[in-house]
């Protein structure tokens, strides 16, 4: 277990019960999600879940902020770039992406936290994704009122040390599932844009709440 629990470190893994996986269906709907990824991952798994969240629900943008510097502008579709420009009148931060409008939190955990709230309320309706490059007990508070908890994983990662991590998070109330991050610098490139959706039925492993 130390053992494990060293390799972990604090990217995702907080003391948890363990936890019994299943073969997940679709995700359902969801207006806030939160995704824990590798930084390397961070942009395209956030990118093809909020593709996949703004879909079922006919929106035609979503949201995606992590804490870090602006996100770079890039051609965008009319709604995304619609609702950056609304959000930057309310003094929020963001610039438009293919279908997404996304938005860079304070670094500042306590900050960031209060800025992703805002975020959400700001919204009105629009799919949030919150994506986090490691568990930090400020946000424990935002991840236990998310309607969905996602981890992504690399390649090598311990499996039992994988499911102590998704364990930790179901623990905090909502479901958790695993998520594989697309593959190839085509897809990720789509993904990051939200022009790309994740299959949750094929790539996700849930663990109940």
């Known amino acids: 277990m130390n053992a494990l629990l060293a390799r972990a470190g604090s990217l995702f893994l907080a003391p948890a019960k363990p936890g019994t996986a299943s073969a997940a269906e679709a995700a359902p709907l969801a207006d806030l999600v939160v995704l824990l990824a590798a930084p390397r991952d961070l942009a395209a798994v956030a990118g093809a879940v909020a593709a996949g969240l703004r879909r079922p629900c006919g929106a035609r943008t979503a949201i995606v902020c992590r804490p870090g510097e602006p996100w770079p502008a890039r051609p965008a579709r009319m709604a995304a770039t619609a609702l950056a420009r609304r959000l930057a009148a309310r003094d929020i931060a963001a610039t438009a992406a293919g279908s997404l409008c996304r938005v860079a939190l304070s670094e500042d955990p306590e900050a960031g936290v209060r800025?992703?709230?805002?975020?959400t309320a700001a919204a009105a309706g629009t799919p949030v994704v919150v994506a986090l490059a490691g568990r930090d007990?400020?946000?424990?508070?935002l991840l236990a009122e998310a309607d969905r908890l996602l981890l992504t994983t690399v390649g090598d990662d311990d499996p039992d040390c994988t499911a102590l991590a998704l364990a930790s998070l179901a623990a905090l109330g909502p479901p958790a599932a695993l998520v594989a991050a697309p593959t190839g610098p085509v897809a990720r490139r789509a993904a990051a844009l939200?022009?790309?959706s994740l299959r949750p039925?094929?790539?996700s492993i849930e663990v109940p709440a």
């Open 137 to 141: 007990a400020a946000f424990d508070g």
């Open 115 to 119: 800025e992703a709230w805002r975020l």
């Open 201 to 203: 039925a094929a790539q």
């Open 194 to 196: 939200g022009l790309l």
